[in-house]
Nanobody
């Protein structure tokens, strides 16, 4: 049974930091491309960051580049999103995504609210 379980969301003040975690099971994590997406109210889901399985190559949306860092621990089947210098516009539900060949898996999401 495939599972992606996100955690670490919450309420944070502008300028603060959060670290999201994604615990994966039920598929070959090490060979999967892991991504974080987010969806703000009345907006479409958007890609935030991606980390490839080989070499740790990463890609970021322009809006988060320099503030967010995606990482993975293949030994623990975990993916992470370190979010620094958070802004109100980062408020959204954040989803973990795994792609492996034709398979595409999603977590249930974790809510991040940036507000004073």
């Amino acid at each position: 049974q495939v599972q992606l379980v996100e955690s670490g969301g919450g309420l944070v003040q502008p300028g603060g930091s959060l670290r999201l975690s994604c615990a994966a099971s039920g598929f070959t994590f090490g060979s999967s491309v892991m991504s974080w997406y987010r969806q703000a109210p009345v907006k479409e889901r958007e890609l935030v960051a991606t980390i490839f399985s080989a070499g740790g190559i990463t890609k970021y949306a322009g809006s988060v580049k320099g503030r967010f860092t995606i990482s993975r621990d293949n030994g623990k089947n975990m993916a992470y999103l370190q979010m620094n210098s958070l802004k109100a516009e980062d408020t959204a539900v954040y989803y973990c995504n795994a792609r492996n060949g034709r398979s595409d898996f999603w977590g249930q999401g974790t809510r991040v609210t940036v507000s004073s």
